[in-house]
């Protein structure tokens, strides 16, 4: 079965770190571009970035919101996507989504459950 | 890159079917047939319904179509059923992803 199983959320106050974890089975998670979104309570879905595969070069492209704040990794041995946030805001709470990017297309076709983040003092 | 603007809810009857647009301008939603849809159920995580436009994943009821003219997508269900009640969002890639603010569906 293909799935995405995001960890790693919590609360924590402005200002602070987190690192969220995404763990892919089901298909060839090495092959994969991987992207991350998030939804603010009661809001809508905001792009985050995206990592390209290692064979695509394993280049990371971030939304201008959270650029320079947030970093995007991969461990292809343990098939799992990473999300290392820093500098937090209060803007940043949101539930966390991870998604692999369609092979052959520009469009998120599997999802994780997501993991919630809170950013508060 | 601004959000791709969609009306905030719409409705409709069982066996009805509704459109909800997305509006972009000819930098993305023009620019590329790139368009995907997705259904979010409260609670739970989106679902792809269409991509490229007008492509219908594996699974997906063909009751579910999309279309594009010009700046403007659109996603249509016909045969309304109780099932398709949630919000939907549509999203376009123009180097970068960009998403709309969302419709809820509202099933009468």
């Known amino acids: 079965e293909v799935q995405l199983v995001e960890s790693g959320g919590g609360l924590v106050k402005p200002g602070g770190s987190l690192r969220l974890s995404c763990a892919a089975s089901?298909?060839?998670?090495?092959?994969?571009?991987m992207s991350w979104v998030r939804q603010a309570p009661g809001k809508g879905l905001e792009w985050v970035g995206r990592?390209?595969?290692?064979?695509?070069?394993?280049?990371?492209d971030y939304a201008a919101p959270v650029k320079g704040r947030f970093t995007i990794s991969r461990d292809d041995s343990k098939n799992t996507l990473y999300l290392q946030m820093n500098s937090l805001k209060t803007e940043d709470t949101a539930v966390y989504y991870c998604?692999?990017?369609?092979?052959?297309?520009?469009?998120?076709?599997?999802w994780g459950q997501g993991t919630m983040v809170t950013v508060s003092s | 890159q601004s959000a791709l603007t969609q009306p905030r809810s719409v409705s409709g009857s069982p066996g009805q079917s509704v459109t909800i647009s997305c509006t972009g301008t000819?930098?993305?939603?023009?620019?590329?047939?790139?368009v995907s849809w997705y259904q979010q159920h409260p609670g739970k995580a989106p679902k792809l319904m269409i991509y490229?436009?007008?492509k219908r994943p594996s699974g997906v009821p063909d009751r579910f179509s999309g279309s594009k003219s010009g700046n403007t997508a659109s996603l249509t269900i016909s045969g309304l059923q109780a099932e398709d009640e949630a919000d939907y969002y549509c999203?376009?890639?123009?180097?970068?992803?960009?998403f709309g603010g969302g419709t809820k569906l509202t099933v009468l």
């Open positions: 990592i390209k595969s290692k064979t695509d070069g394993g280049t990371t």
């Open positions: 998604t692999t990017v369609a092979n052959w297309g520009w469009h998120f076709d599997i």
């Open positions: 490229d436009v007008s």
């Open positions: 000819s930098s993305d939603v023009g620019g590329y047939n790139y």
């Open positions: 089901g298909f060839t998670f090495s092959n994969a571009w």
């Open positions: 999203c376009s890639y123009a180097g970068r992803w960009v």
